[in-house]
């Protein structure tokens, strides 16, 4: 009884694992494509996808900042003279080239 229950915990464990989406993370990206502050991956949980948020002023980059996101939906505004870029995506790492 204890190995078949081991065995079909491990297979659960293996497909959970296969099938979660992994985001890039990253809190500060500056101009020069470098990540300043909090590098690394994310597991996206339940209702969440891979989101990147780039910063323009003067239609140049800013910064942008990479996060796996609950709700995310692709979104363009401006604010005090600075273009916010929300893009959303629910293919693993694909934040990074967003």
Do not use: P, W
């Amino acid at each position: 009884m204890d190995k078949h229950f081991l065995m079909v915990f491990f297979l659960f464990c293996f497909i959970v694992a296969v099938t979660s989406l992994k985001c890039m993370t990253c809190h500060l990206r500056t101009r020069t494509d470098r990540c300043r502050r909090g590098f690394g991956y994310c597991v996206a949980q339940k209702f969440e996808s891979c989101m990147t948020l780039k910063i323009f002023q003067d239609n140049v980059l800013q910064l942008s900042y990479m996060v796996c996101q609950k709700f995310c939906r692709d979104l363009t505004f401006d604010l005090n003279n600075r273009t916010y870029v929300h893009k959303c995506c629910k293919h693993n790492f694909c934040n990074l080239k967003v």
